[in-house]
């Protein structure tokens, strides 16, 4: 239902025109923005390794701003835009799952963006991805882990969202922002200084990119250093503790937002901001 | 539901803290004191009091949407801060004077989307939607999307949405606030026919009309500054003024005449202002009818001209203006200053 709600929303298919200027345009021009910076500072050098890395993990990185913003963004869209986010609360239902079904339509436009990028890339900025060659299953695997990943630490962006009145449209797009630089993106670990590197290490998404890398490039991924030591299997649970370690931290932190929430008169609280 | 006792509230308070500039130190409002009140099932209580007062703060406390600081309140059986997922399948809420819901979704479907996560059976919500459109005189905008619907048939929407569910108690906060004349009535009919279907249903409704509150409720609670002054069949409230004689005069400006002079009379009982465009409308009690020869010189020494003159019975308005000393209308414009 939720979901469906957030389809419904999200697509706004009354006018098509913009829906394919959201969905469409908007990715292929980040990622041209990438490529032309990439172009400049290498003097056109698209066949170094560094390339694919960059374009797949810009690629994938729209999931992030995707799925966890979209997750927490409902609370915002709800309370403010809708002012509907009482009746959800007074209504018999797990308002965590509510907010993450919410999520599900942006995982789904972000699916397409993905799609899209991904297809422009290939077929027109020599992105080379061997389809015979690709992993499947770790690919399909890694997906769907890390979807599940950042659908819940949407959810603990959607506590902290619930608990500010003023600028909470900004936590997912800042957290978002952050994430970009610490996950390895669009540049590998070790460009970072040695000291800020750990928390790179401890963000699951670094892990997640990483392996999503592996199983479309297998080999241009494993040129760079930063994970080399670790096998595909060792990175899929390393991923998958830290997905459990910020999925259990996530729906405490929400717990206690919400209670929060509930003693400070937050609920329903509209700032016309 | 085991209790016979729809909402129970014992010593119920709730303080906001209100955070002003750095160099403040925080303030307290305190927005509900030492509530207890009882509501029966199947009774339409009725909460009345100006803006402010602390009406709708006893609802987001009652439908778990706020905690309360002191005190405890109990919803169908269910303690509203420690068992709110008890409560929550029980009840509904409706808020008036607001134009929720999501306007890319026709009448039908958001009606629908809410019913279902009450677990309505499809079928059923949808005979259910049709025939609560009907009711409310907007079956014809079934499939409007509801961005494209006035902000009154927004809200009969969502009035229809509190009453889809079939709560057991279901709390409608200022339910007709920015609805027209007819809209009201119509509003007002269908909350009676629908308390009428089923004994077992309960209904608290807030508003600051007293003429709502004296042709629906069963009780009415008086409220103010968050305390309940009162709390009685509307007919035993007003009951209680009956030994006063009433008369509501309209007058030409006062010319310094005030509320405090009139009530200083020793025939006068009381007295409420309301300024008008042309002058004032005073009500008036007075401990007897011959009193009102001398209020009327009064007037004549200060040049105040009476323009219309009338004895009427006591109403819920002359009970708020008996125990608080001032009319709704004045409490709530003190409240603002």
């Given at each position: 239902m939720a979901a469906w709600l957030g389809w419904v929303i999200e697509s706004?298919?009354?006018?098509?025109?913009?829906?394919?200027?959201?969905?469409?345009?908007?990715p292929i021009s980040g990622a041209a923005i990438l490529v032309v910076m990439y172009g400049i500072v290498t003097q056109g050098n698209f066949d170094s390794a560094l390339f694919p890395y960059i374009y797949l993990g810009n690629a994938f990185y729209i999931y992030v701003g995707a799925v966890m913003t979209g997750v927490s963004w409902a609370v915002v869209d709800d309370r403010e835009h809708y002012k509907t986010l009482?009746?959800?609360?007074?209504?018999?239902?797990?308002?965590?799952?509510?907010?993450?079904?919410?999520?599900?339509?942006?995982?789904?436009t972000g699916s397409?963006?993905?799609?899209?990028?991904?297809?422009?890339?290939?077929?027109?900025?020599n992105v080379k991805i061997n389809f015979a060659e690709v992993d499947w299953l770790l690919f399909f695997v890694t997906l769907i882990l890390g979807v599940v990943m950042l659908a819940l630490l949407g959810l603990l962006l959607a506590g902290i969202t619930l608990t500010v009145a003023r600028h909470e449209g900004f936590i997912g797009e800042a957290t978002a922002g952050a994430l970009y630089i610490f996950s390895g993106a669009v540049f590998p670990l070790d460009v970072l200084p040695e000291?800020?590197?750990?928390?790179?290490?401890?963000?699951?998404?670094?892990?997640?990119?990483?392996?999503?890398?592996r199983s479309l490039?297998?080999?241009?991924?494993?040129?760079?250093?930063?994970?080399?030591?670790?096998?595909?299997?060792e990175i899929l649970g390393i991923l998958l503790g830290l997905s459990l370690f910020f999925g259990a931290v996530s729906i405490w932190v929400f717990k206690v937002c919400d209670a929060r929430a509930r003693e400070l008169g937050l609920i329903d609280r509209t700032t016309n901001y | 539901m085991s209790t016979s006792l729809a909402i129970e509230t014992k010593d119920l308070g709730r303080i906001y803290k209100l955070r002003g500039s750095k160099k403040e130190t925080r303030?307290?409002?305190?927005?509900?004191?030492?509530?207890?009140?009882?509501?029966?099932?199947?009774?339409?209580?009725?909460?009345?009091?100006?803006?402010?007062?602390?009406?709708?703060?006893?609802?987001?406390?009652?439908t778990t949407l706020l905690s309360p600081t002191s005190g405890w309140a109990r919803v169908a059986g269910a303690d509203v801060h420690a068992e709110p997922d008890l409560v929550r399948p029980r009840i509904n809420m409706v808020s008036g004077g607001e134009s929720s819901g999501y306007g890319l979704l026709t009448v039908r479907e958001n009606l629908w989307m809410f019913s279902q996560f009450y677990g309505v059976p499809s079928?059923?919500?949808?005979?259910?939607?049709?025939?609560?459109?009907?009711?409310?005189?907007?079956?014809?905008?079934?499939?409007?999307?509801?961005?494209?619907?006035?902000?009154?048939?927004?809200?009969?929407m969502n009035i229809v949405r509190g009453f889809l569910t079939d709560p057991e108690v279901l709390f409608l906060d200022e339910p007709t606030l920015g609805l027209d004349v007819g809209a009201s009535r119509d509003v007002r009919k269908f909350i009676i026919e629908w308390l009428k279907a089923d004994k077992e249903r309960t209904l608290l409704l807030t508003t600051h009309y007293m003429v709502e509150a004296d042709e629906l409720c069963d009780r009415v609670a008086i409220i103010n500054k968050g305390r309940v002054l009162a709390c009685d069949t509307p007919s035993a409230l007003k009951h209680r003024l009956q030994k006063d004689v009433l008369f509501e005069i309209q007058v030409s400006p006062l010319n310094g005449l005030n509320q405090q002079m009139l009530v200083d009379q020793p025939e006068v009982t009381k007295a409420a202002i309301t300024e008008t465009e042309t002058g004032a409308k005073l009500s008036l009690g007075l401990v007897e009818e011959s009193a009102l020869a001398r209020v009327i010189n009064l007037f004549t020494q200060r040049d105040v001209k009476v323009m219309n003159l009338n004895k009427r019975e006591p109403t819920l308005e002359d009970v708020f203006v008996d125990l608080v000393g001032r009319s709704m209308a004045e409490e709530e414009s003190n409240e603002r200053s």
């Open positions: 706004n298919w009354t006018d098509p025109f913009l829906f394919a200027v959201y969905s469409i345009v908007k009482k009746y959800m609360y007074i209504a018999p239902i797990y308002i965590p799952l509510y907010l993450l079904g919410r999520g599900v339509a942006r995982f789904i397409i963006a993905v799609f899209i990028t991904l297809a422009a890339g290939i077929l027109f900025l000291w800020i590197r750990p928390v790179g290490y401890f963000m699951p998404t670094t892990y997640w990119l990483e392996l999503l890398r490039v297998g080999n241009v991924a494993q040129a760079f250093p930063t994970l080399a030591n670790f096998s595909n299997l | 303030k307290e409002l305190v927005a509900l004191q030492d509530v207890n009140l009882t509501v029966e099932r199947g009774e339409l209580f009725g909460l009345l009091g100006p803006n402010g007062a602390g009406k709708t703060t006893l609802i987001k406390v009652l079928k059923e919500a949808n005979e259910r939607i049709e025939a609560l459109l009907e009711m409310v005189g907007m079956k014809d905008r079934i499939h409007t999307k509801s961005s494209d619907l006035s902000t009154g048939l927004r809200q009969k």
